[in-house]
C-alpha cells in the first residue's frame, strides 16, 4: 500500500515535470520509504539553479509560498517545483514537525491552505491522506498535509498556515469532554 | 501590564542568575516523555533534562505498542533519537519509579519532575470468569507479540480452537486481529518478536469476531487501520446488513464527526463486497455490534479455561443530548471460542506519593500541572510536579496528540518558572540521581548501552531479513548491554 501511495507521488511529480522539464532525476529517494534521508541532507544535488536556466523558463523553476506561523508570523520563501512543502518547510526552518518523515503515517504536518482558490489547485487528497488528515488537530476545509503537497507552479504565491497546536488541543479536549 | 513586566524580571532573574542550570526528569521514554524532553531543551536553554524508563529499551509504545507491520509509524523514533542524543539530555533505562527511586526523592533531587509513564495496566469488565486462561488483556498480547520483556512468555493459547473472540472495535482490537489474521509470510519480514511468529506461524486460528456495544456508527477505529484489515488477502468479512441501518441520530453524529462517518463507509462497502472465489484456507473476520459482554464461559474439557462468551444484545438509548449508550435487552447468545482478548482500555497507575483520580484512572491537573487532590480546587498545586500523556489525559489518540500534549504542559512549566513558583535551589539533580542509584546497586543503562542494544538487534535481524529482532527479556538486553 505504502509502495502503491509512493508510485502515485511519483507520478504526480513525473506530470509536473513534463511541463517543466528538468535533465536531472526527480528526488526519488526521498519517496523510496528511505527513513532518516530527507531531513539529513538538507542539500541535493537536483534541481539546481544551472539545470533550470538551461531549461530557459526561470518562472516555472521556483515558487513563492508564505507560511503564517502560531504567532501570526509570516515568512516568505521561494521553492523548487517538485519538491514536498514539508521537506522545503524543514530546508527554511520552518517549524513543521514530520514524525513520520514525510510517509504519511502520520498528521504533524498538517498544514491549512489560506485561500480556497489555492486549495482547488491541489490535486484531491489520497484516501491515505485523508486516513490522516482525520486525526489531525484543528482541522479545517482546507486543510493538507505537507508531506503530500508538492510544489507546482500555479502553486505560485500560495499562504500556507501553520495550525496553532496549543490552542487547538485545548478546544479539542473540551470538546471530547463534552 | 505591571504584572507582566514583573513576570519578564523574575523569568530573567531565573535565567541569569541562575548559573546552575534547571535540572528535569521525565519519568517515562515514550512520546510523551520525548516530546515534553525536546520541547523543554528547546524552551530553556539552562534546562538540563534526564529521561527515565524502567526497561532498559526507550521508546515506550513506538517499541511495545505500534504494531510490527506498521514501520512508518515508528520513524519517529529517528526525532527522539536525536533527543536523547542531545548535550543537555541523558536517558537512564532501567530505573523504576517507586523502586529504584521514589517519587519524593526525585522531587527532591529535580527542580522539575514530568511524569510521563503512561498506562500499564487495564480496565476489567468485572464479569463472572474475566480470570479463566485463556482470556488475555490485548495489551498483554501486544506487549507479547511486540517483544516487551513483561510477556515474553505470555503464550497465548493459538493451537486449542480456530476461533479468537476480541472485545472492542478500536484500533488495538483491530491491530490484534489482523495480526492474528494476516498471513504469516507477510508478518516474517516486519520486527515482530520471533517466538511471537513462531507461535502465529503453528495458530489454528481462522475466525476472528470483534464484538461492539455499540453500532458500526460508533465503532471506536480510525479509517486507516479499519483499511488495513478488510484489505488482508484472502480475508472474508461479515457484517450484518441489519446493522447497518442508521437513525437519524447517527445520521446527525456521522454529520459531526468525520472520523465515524468514514469507518462508517468503509464497513457498509466491505458489507456489500462478497468474496470472488471461496478459498480452502480462508479467513474470517466478523464484526459483531450491539453486543456486550456478560459472562465468560469456561470450558467442559479443560476445567478452568475459556471456551465462549455470553453476549447481551444492546441497543442504543439517549442519556443527554448528543450522547447515547448501549444499553441490555436481556437477549443473549453465546459465541465459541478458544481464546478472548479484551480490549477495552487502558488504565494507568499510580505511585506512592501521587495524586490519583482512580475514577478517571488520571492524576488530576491543570493543563498538565499537578493538582494535590481530586477535589478540582485548581489552586492546590504540587510544586514542581507535572504530567503529560496519558497519565494526564488518559488512554487514548495517537502518537502525535503528545505533541500537543507535552507543548501545553511544557507551556505550563514556563509559566511557573516565569512566575518564580520554581526556585532553582541547592538540587543536585543527575549527579544526586546517580549516586543514590549506585548506593542501591541499580544498574542505569544509559543511552550508550541501548544504542549497543539497537545494534544487536539490527545485526540479528538482518540475519533473518527483520529490520530488528527484539531481545525480549530483560537478562538478554542487560547481558548486551553491559557487554
Redesign the interface.
Known sequence: MLVSRLSAVRTQMIKHLVKAPLTSAPKTGNFSGHYGYIFHNPKHQTYSSTTAHEEGDKKVEEISVTFVDKDEMEKHIKIPVGMSILEAAHENDIELEGACEGSCACSTCHVIVRDMEYYNKLEDPTDEENDMLDLAFGLTETSRLGCQMVAKPELDGICLELPSATRNFAVDRYAKAT | MANFQAGTWLFRTFSTVASQPLRVCVVGSGPAGFYTAEKMLKAHQEAEVDIIDRLPTPFGLVRSGVAPD?P??K??V??FMRVAQHERCSFFGNVTLGSSVTLLELRELYDVVVLAYGAESDRVLGIPGEDLSGVYAAREFVWWYNGHPNCRYLNPDLKSSDTAIILGQGNVALDAARILLRPTTELATTDIASHALAALEDSSIRKVYLVGRRGPVQAAC???EL??IL?IKDLHVHIKETDLLTTPADEEEMKNN??RK?VYELLSKAAMTRPSHPSSDARELHFVFFRKPNKFLESDERSGHVSGVRLEKTKLIGIRPGERTAAGTGQFEELGCGIVLKSIGYKSVPVDGLPFDHRKGVVPNV?GCVLSDTSGDPTLLEKGLYVCGWLK?GPTG???TN???A??TV?SISEDIKLGRLTSSSNSGREGLLQLLDNRNVRVIPFRDWEKIDSEERRLGNLRNKPREKLATLEELQKVATD
Open positions: 506498521h512508518e509509524t520513524i519517529v529517528n526525532q480510525t479509517a486507516k483499511r488495513e484489505g468525520r472520523i468514514r493543563r489525559r495517537i502518537i502525535a505533541l500537543y500534549c507543548e501545553e507551556a
